[in-house]
C-alpha cells in the first residue's frame, strides 16, 4: 500500500528550492536518491511542505486535509504505519475514522497524528462487519438461544407439575424479542457504535503513544540522522499554564523542583506575560514588563549572563484564570536575541520614591539617584524606582508585538510533545539513557510515587525497573548512577494529571497569601 504525494522543499529564506514526487513511505537513503536525481542540494533544506497526495484508499479523504499543516516526515511516517495493516485492521481502521472517536479535529479529516495514535490502539477495538441492529441482536439472540433450549429441556423434565407450563412461557418469551430493539439496545450498554458497514465497540486502555514528529524513526524521516530538517520553534497554546509550568520543573534537572513553588506564585501575581530561562541549573520566570525595566533585579540579571550563552528561552502569554488554574499560550523563543532585545529596549525610571529611617518621605530624581553611592542607597528604609507612563505603554506595546510574531513564528504541538522536546538534554546526561521514556527528577519522582499519580521507572543498566509506591520515601539515598527515573511517554497523562492537582493547590494558595497580605495592610 502506498500514497503518492508531491513535496516543496524550501531554504532558510522560505524560497523554493525543488520539488519531487514520491511514493509513500520511503526510506531516508532512498530518498537521498531522490534529492540527487532531482537536483537538491539537501545542506539548503529548512522546510518541506506536502503540495498534493494520491492515494486509492477510500476511507482517507486526503483532500479534506489542510496541506498545510502536514508535515512531511509524518505523512511519512504515518504511510509506513498504514502498509503493515492487514485488510481486516484496515476495515477496523476505516470503522472508527467513520465514528469519529478520538480525533481532536475530526471536521477536516482529524489530524494525523490523531489517526496514528489510532492505528498504534488498534486493539483496544473490535469490530463486527456488516451488521446493523436488526443483524447485531439476532447474532446475541441465536447466541442466547442454546441457553434458552438447555434451560428449556430442564424445565421439561422437572418433577415439578408447573415445569412444563414454565418450559412454554421461557420459549414464548425468546420468539417475543425484538432483536433490531435488542440489538440496539446492548450497543448502548456497551458504548458500542453502528457505523455503515458495521459493528464497532471500543474497550480501555486507549492511551495517546505518538505525540509528534520528533518521535518518528530516522529510517523514515525524509532526512537522515546526518541531515535532519531544521529544528524550529514551538508552541503549546489554550494550555493549562500553571500545570506545564510544574512540569517542565519536574523533567528539566535533578533540582529544578525546588524552584517550582516560587515560580507558579510569580505567575499568580506577576501580570499576564512572562520569560522563562532555562540557565542550565533552574527555570528563572520573571515578569516581562519587569525585564524591560532597567535596574530591576529581573533586567540586570538577564544583561549579566554571557554574550556566547546557548540558553532556552520561553515566552509566557496569561489568557485567563479561573478556579485555581492559569490558562495560557508558551512559545519557545531563543535566549539571545531576547537578551539583545532587553538590553537595547529596556526603559530607564524617571525618579525614586524612598522612605528614609526617620519614616519621612523623599522623592530623588534620576540625576541625583546616579549621584549616591552604595553606602547612602543602603542607608534608606526602602525605595521604589519609578517609570513614565508613556514609558510603561511602551513597553506593553512591545510585549503585545513579541506576542504576535511567536505566535506566527512557532510551530504548534501537544503540551506531551513540548515536554518530550525539552526532556532530551537532561535524559542524554543520564547514565543509561531510555527512548520512549520521559527522565523526571528525584523530587518528582518521589511525589509521583507518594501520590500514586503514575508508575515510575527506574533506569539502571541492562534495563528499567518499575517502582513501587513505598520506594517513594528511598529515592534520594542511592548512588547516583542508581538515582535516575523516568515515565512512560504513554503514561504521559498520570504527569500531567499530578501536575494539574499540584498546580492548583500552590495557585490558590498563593491567592490565599496574597488576600491575607491585602487584609493585613488594610487593617
Known amino acids: 500500500m502506498s500514497i503518492r504525494a508531491e513535496l516543496a522543499f524550501s531554504d532558510n529564506r522560505n524560497a523554493e528550492i525543488g520539488r519531487v514526487i514520491v511514493e509513500l513511505p520511503i526510506e531516508s537513503s532512498a530518498m537521498k536518491l531522490v534529492f540527487a536525481a532531482s537536483g537538491i542540494e539537501t545542506d539548503k533544506i529548512s522546510s518541506a511542505t506536502v503540495k498534493s497526495i494520491k492515494s486509492e484508499i477510500d476511507f482517507l479523504e486526503f483532500e479534506d486535509l489542510d496541506l498545510k499543516k502536514i508535515e512531511a516526515n509524518e505523512l511519512n511516517y504515518f504511510v509506513k504505519k498504514l502498509s503493515a495493516l492487514g485488510e481486516d485492521d484496515l476495515d477496523k481502521l476505516n470503522a472508527i475514522l467513520e465514528s469519529g472517536r478520538h480525533r481532536e479535529n475530526s471536521s477536516n479529516g482529524g489530524k494525523l497524528a490523531d489517526i496514528i495514535n ?43 407439575s408447573t415445569g412444563w407450563e414454565y418450559a412454554n412461557v421461557v420459549e414464548y418469551l425468546r420468539d417475543c424479542a425484538d432483536a433490531e430493539e435488542f440489538g440496539r439496545a446492548m450497543a448502548q450498554e456497551n458504548d458500542g457504535e453502528f457505523i455503515s458497514d458495521g459493528y464497532l465497540i471500543e474497550n480501555e486502555g486507549f492511551k495517546s503513544i505518538y505525540y509528534g514528529a520528533h518521535e ?87 544583561l549579566s ?25 508558551i512559545f519557545e523563543t531563543e535566549f539571545q536575541p531576547m537578551r539583545e532585545s532587553i538590553q537595547k529596549l529596556g526603559i530607564s525610571f524617571t525618579h525614586v520614591n524612598a522612605e528614609m529611617k526617620d519614616g519621612t518621605s523623599r522623592t530623588f530624581k534620576l540625576k541625583e539617584w546616579n549621584a549616591m553611592d552604595a553606602a547612602e542607597k543602603a542607608e534608606l528604609k526602602n525605595y521604589e524606582h519609578e517609570y513614565a507612563p508613556v514609558d510603561k505603554g511602551q513597553i506593553f506595546s512591545l ?5 504576535r510574531i511567536a505566535g506566527d513564528m512557532c510551530a504548534g504541538t501537544s503540551s506531551g510533545a513540548f515536554l518530550h522536546r525539552i526532556n532530551e538534554s537532561y535524559m542524554n546526561e543520564a547514565h543509561h539513557k531510555k527512548p520512549g521514556f520521559i527522565r523526571v527528577s528525584p523530587d518528582a519522582a518521589r511525589e509521583l510515587l507518594a501520590q500514586s499519580a503514575t508508575d515510575v521507572h527506574r533506569l539502571k543498566s541492562g534495563g528499567i525497573e518499575k517502582m513501587l509506591p513505598i520506594e517513594a520515601v528511598k529515592i534520594g539515598l542511592r548512588q547516583v548512577s542508581d538515582r535516575e ?29 496574597e488576600q491575607k497580605k491585602l487584609r493585613d495592610e488594610t487593617l
Request: glycine share 8%; net charge negative; with cysteine.
Open 485 to 513: 527515573f523516568a515515565v512512560k511517554l504513554c503514561d504521559l497523562e498520570g504527569l500531567e494529571k499530578w501536575a494539574q492537582r499540584s498546580a492548583k493547590d500552590m495557585v490558590r494558595q498563593t491567592e490565599r497569601e
Open 118 to 160: 489510532i492505528i498504534e490502539n488498534l486493539d483496544c477495538f473490535k469490530f463486527h462487519n456488516g451488521f446493523d441492529e436488526q443483524g447485531y441482536g439476532e447474532f446475541l439472540l441465536s447466541g442466547a438461544g442454546n441457553v434458552v433450549d438447555k434451560i428449556k429441556r430442564q424445565l421439561e423434565h422437572s418433577s415439578s
Open 216 to 302: 518518528i524513526p530516522n529510517d523514515y524521516r525524509l532526512f537522515g540522522i546526518d541531515e535532519p530538517l531544521a529544528r524550529s520553534l514551538v508552541k503549546v497554546e489554550n494550555t493549562n499554564l500553571s500545570a506545564l509550568l510544574l512540569e517542565m520543573h519536574a523533567v528539566c534537572g535533578d533540582n529544578y523542583m525546588r524552584d517550582a513553588k516560587y515560580n507558579i506564585g510569580t505567575l499568580v501575581n506577576g501580570g499576564d506575560d512572562f520569560f522563562i530561562l532555562d540557565n542550565g541549573g533552574a527555570l528563572v520566570l520573571s515578569s516581562a514588563e519587569l525585564l524591560y525595566r532597567k535596574n530591576t533585579f529581573e533586567h540586570n540579571y538577564w
Open 399 to 403: 510585549i503585545g508585538t513579541m506576542r
Open 305 to 329: 549572563l554571557s554574550e556566547t550563552a546557548d540558553f532556552k528561552a520561553y515566552f509566557l502569554s496569561v489568557t485567563d484564570r479561573n478556579d485555581g488554574q492559569i490558562i495560557g499560550n
